[in-house]
């Protein structure tokens, strides 16, 4: 698994393509050439960038929910809804398509994040009010989510 590693502001045209940043692409040059999927977040307004590699690993867990299950059948539907290949161009350009653009709200300048193994791609008004909501309560998220697992190499 590749971790991602920063937070940029890029611009968007006219047509929704985006000309990822540098040390994202530098980051991501092993995995180019095989493609990625592009779908919307379940929790926030934005898209989530998956290497194939990722998305492959991801699909193999959700395939393995029974699909005797309503629930389990209702939560693939809706979870892989508005998915879609895409193929970053020899530029480095990244084609957002118009359905995915609207469902983000995506405008001129847009923020692309790391989280861990996928990126983000955000309106950068909508980044900039979620990074600052959860300010607000960080270290409490922090302390529940993390404080818990003690492992003497994370500091």
């Known amino acids: 698994m590749q971790h991602l590693i920063g937070t940029y502001e890029c611009k968007a045209d006219a047509k929704g393509r985006i000309m990822m940043p540098i040390a994202i692409k530098k980051q991501l040059s092993n995995v180019v050439n095989v493609g990625f999927v592009l779908k919307r977040a379940v929790f926030n307004p934005c898209l989530e960038l998956y290497p194939m590699n990722e998305w492959t690993l991801l699909m193999e ?28 161009d020899i530029s480095g350009r990244l084609l957002i398509p118009k359905n995915l653009v609207k469902h983000a709200q995506i405008g001129k300048d847009i923020v692309v994040s790391s989280a861990v193994n996928i990126l983000e791609i955000w309106d950068k008004s909508l980044y900039e009010k979620a990074i600052d909501e959860a300010t607000l309560d960080f270290g409490a998220l922090a302390e529940e989510v993390m404080g818990d697992k003690y492992d003497d190499t994370i500091s």
């Open 61 to 88: 867990k959700v395939n393995s929910l029974n699909r005797f299950n309503k629930k389990n059948n209702d939560f693939i539907r809706r979870y892989t809804a508005g998915v879609k290949t895409v193929e970053m």
